[in-house]
C-alpha cells in the first residue's frame, strides 16, 4: 500500500507541474495576443506609459517576453514556481493578498461541497440500491424517472425556483413555528449569511448535489444488478448467509467501487456548479471569486485560484485511488 501511495503522489505532482505549464502557456499566449492585462488596473482612465509600466513591474507583466508572441516566457514560469514553492500566490490588482482571498472564500465552498458529496451519496446509494434490490417494481420505475427528471432539469433552474418562490415563504413559516432566532429559518434564508454559513449553505448544497445525484442513482442501479447476479452472491447464499449479510458484505460493498470512480470524475464538473450556485445565493466563495476575478482581467488572481483548485482536484484524485486499494485489495499497480 505504501509503495502504491508513493507512486501515486509523484504522479500527482507530476500532473500538477504540467496543468500549471498549460495554464501559463495559455494565459502567455493570451496577453501576446490580446494585449497587456495591466490596463485592465485603470478601468476606464486612460493611463501614462509610466503608469502603465508601473503596474506592470508591481505584477511582473514587464517582461518582453510578454510582447513576443509564441515565447513560452519559462523565466516568469520558473520565478512564479518559486514564489507558489514560498506560500506566496501573489497579489490581485487592487493588491490584496490571493491567499488571503482564498482564505475567506474556501471554506464556504467547502462547505458547499461537503454538502454536495454527502447528497450524491445518500440519494446514489439508497435510490440505487432499493431499484437494484426490488429491481422491475414499481419503486424501480419511479426511480429511473425521477432520476430522468433530475437530468432535464438545469441546476441554475432548480436554484432560481428554489430563491424566487419557495424561500420566502418556508423562511416565513420555519420563523412562525421555530422562532425567528431559531435555526431552521436560517436553512431557507434566500441569500448567504456569514454568520450562519452552514445554515445557509445547507439547502443550496443539496439543490446542487441533486442536480447531479442522477448518475449517482443509475450507476448504483447497474452496478448493484450485476453483483445480484455474479457467482460469488450465490456461493454467498448457498453457504447460507442471511439476506442482510449477503446484500451489505457482497453487494453494496463491490459496487462501491464505480460510485467512488463517480465521485472523483464529477468533482470537476462540480466546480462550475459552484460558480453558478454561489453566484445564484450570493455566497462568498471559490466559484464567484474566480468568476469575478476572469471578468475583471485579473491575471494573478485566476493563476492562483486554478492553481489551487487544480491541486485540490490532483488531492480528490489520489484519496479516490487509494480508496479503490482499500475497496478492492486486488488493485495494484503490480
Not at 495576443?33 to 508591481?58: C, H, M, T, W
Not at 518582453?64 to 518559486?82: S, W
Not at 431552521?184 to 442536480?211: C, N, Q, R
Request: aromatic residues 8%.
Amino acid at each position: 500500500m505504501g509503495r502504491y501511495v508513493l507512486r501515486r503522489v509523484v504522479q500527482a505532482v507530476g500532473m500538477l507541474f504540467l496543468v500549471m505549464f498549460v495554464l501559463h502557456l495559455l494565459t502567455t499566449l493570451a496577453i501576446q495576443l490580446n494585449g497587456n492585462p495591466a490596463l485592465a488596473f485603470f478601468g476606464d482612465k486612460i493611463p501614462s506609459p509610466a503608469q502603465v509600466a508601473a503596474v506592470e513591474q508591481r505584477f511582473g507583466l514587464d517582461d518582453p517576453c510578454y510582447d513576443q508572441p509564441g515565447n513560452p516566457c519559462l523565466g516568469p514560469f520558473a520565478e512564479r514556481l518559486g514564489q507558489y514553492a514560498q506560500g506566496d500566490l501573489g497579489t490581485n490588482l487592487r493588491g490584496r493578498e490571493v491567499t488571503d482571498i482564498v482564505a475567506a472564500a474556501a471554506p464556504n465552498t467547502l462547505r458547499l461541497f461537503v454538502m454536495v458529496t454527502i447528497t450524491w451519496l445518500v440519494l446514489g446509494m439508497v435510490l440505487g440500491s432499493v431499484a437494484a434490490r426490488w429491481r422491475g417494481s414499481p419503486s424501480d420505475h419511479g426511480i429511473r424517472l425521477t432520476s430522468v427528471l433530475i437530468d432535464a432539469l438545469p441546476v441554475f433552474v432548480l436554484l432560481l425556483v428554489y430563491k424566487e418562490i419557495v424561500t420566502v415563504p418556508l423562511s416565513g413559516w420555519a420563523k412562525d413555528t421555530f422562532g425567528e432566532d431559531s435555526w431552521p429559518p436560517y436553512w431557507f434564508k434566500p441569500s448567504f449569511d456569514p454568520e450562519h454559513p452552514w445554515a445557509t449553505v445547507a439547502v443550496p448544497g443539496i439543490l446542487l448535489g441533486l442536480a447531479g445525484s442522477a448518475a449517482f442513482i443509475r450507476l448504483v442501479r447497474a452496478s448493484q444488478l450485476e453483483s445480484y447476479g455474479g457467482d460469488h452472491v450465490r456461493t454467498a447464499r448457498s453457504k447460507g448467509l442471511g439476506e442482510g449479510r449477503v446484500v451489505v458484505h457482497h453487494v453494496v460493498r463491490n459496487s462501491s467501487i464505480p460510485v467512488v470512480t463517480a465521485v472523483g470524475l464529477t468533482f470537476a464538473e462540480a466546480l462550475s456548479g459552484a460558480v453558478i450556485t454561489e453566484g445564484i445565493m450570493n455566497i462568498y466563495g471559490m466559484g464567484g471569486v474566480l468568476w469575478d476575478a476572469v471578468q475583471s482581467s485579473d491575471v494573478g488572481l485566476v493563476l492562483g485560484i486554478v492553481t489551487i483548485l487544480t491541486a485540490v482536484t490532483v488531492v480528490v484524485m489520489i484519496v479516490v485511488d487509494i480508496a479503490y486499494a482499500a475497496l478492492d485489495p486486488r488493485i495494484r499497480y503490480e
